[in-house]
């Protein structure tokens, strides 16, 4: 497959690396110091930061204007887009303005509902669903044009990216929602954060065996946890988590001042494990507000250093 834009994520996998990416949540202020913190943080240890929108609908800088503070400093950002706030004309505009400081990665996402955060009684928009979000940039960016169908001068340079969710009920129809979403045009997926490593290379070998790895880099989710109350709050309370009993006993048979050194050590031995997984393209760390974790988790897993493309 040959590189199709600048992105220095797709030159990597496409030349065969693992790729390494991480993320980086807005804060909820102007301040964009947040922002560079957590980039120096780290990246010297991952290929590209995404920058999450808005992210369980609580209302943060904008993603977009993340990106481009991290842009500023030289690290390549991921900009993550969701459709429940934009319609069409807001979300190729958007697009554009990225395009325009040359951010070249976009993870293409429906979001959560608003119920969950600070404004509940705002309106969802989702004039798109985030299939057609995919089928956009990618009609941009190869045909030229505009949904309305106008030529764009200088069309957006970006490699196309979406989620998946491995252990959302029904099970049976996680590989052909990941088929639906290659047809659109997604090139490389990240996935949720993975602790039941048995159901995902299930899911794994499910969509080796529809040649589906052939035609997408999947990036595999990866979540330190710092306490055992951070994984049974996951397991009971987070929507489409798949949290094994085992992993929760593990960080229970450890002091308390133990188990974040603990969940770090479950998360590069999960990530040790699922390198050897046919169709794993690289991995996705979200050290949710615990950024500093990051290089460790990177050069224990034997990923770092980063290679240069």
Not at 27 to 47: C, H, T
Not at 132 to 150: A, N, P, S
Not at 162 to 179: C, G, H, T
Not at 256 to 276: T, Y
């Amino acid at each position: 497959m040959s590189v199709k834009t600048s992105s220095k994520l797709e030159k990597i996998l496409r030349a065969g690396h693992l790729g390494v990416t991480s993320e980086c949540g807005p804060p909820r202020g102007s301040d964009p110091e947040a922002v560079r913190e957590k980039g120096n943080l780290i990246k010297d240890y991952v290929d590209s930061i995404n920058v999450t929108d808005n992210q369980t609908s609580m209302t943060r800088m904008s993603s977009l204007a993340a990106c481009i503070h991290l842009k500023l400093m030289g690290i390549e950002p991921v900009l993550q887009m969701v459709t429940r706030d934009r319609n069409r004309i807001a979300l190729q505009s958007d697009i554009l303005g990225a395009a325009s400081f040359d951010i070249n990665n976009i993870l293409c996402l429906s979001g959560d509902h608003q119920s969950f955060g600070d404004c509940a009684q705002g309106q969802n928009v989702h004039d798109l669903d985030s299939m057609q979000l995919i089928q956009t940039v990618r009609h941009m960016r190869d045909e030229g044009k505009f949904l309305g169908g106008d030529d764009i001068n200088r069309p957006p340079d970006m490699f196309v990216g979406a989620a998946a969710n491995p252990f959302a009920d029904p099970f049976e129809i996680r590989v052909p929602r990941l088929a639906k979403k290659i047809a659109a045009g997604v090139e490389f997926i990240q996935t949720q954060c993975i602790y039941n490593l048995d159901k995902f290379e299930e899911w794994m070998r499910r969509l080796v065996d529809k040649g589906l790895h052939e035609k997408v880099f999947i990036l595999a989710g990866m979540t330190p946890m710092k306490s055992a109350g951070m994984a049974k709050f996951m397991k009971n309370r987070v929507p489409g988590m798949d949290v094994p009993d085992e992993i929760i006993d593990r960080l229970v048979g450890v002091p308390k001042e133990k188990q974040a050194q603990e969940g770090i050590d479950i998360c590069v031995e999960s990530i040790q494990r699922l390198k050897e997984v046919t169709g794993i393209s690289g991995f996705h760390i979200m050290a949710i507000e615990w950024e500093e974790k990051v290089p460790e988790i990177v050069e224990r897993s034997g990923l770092y250093p980063r290679p240069e493309v």
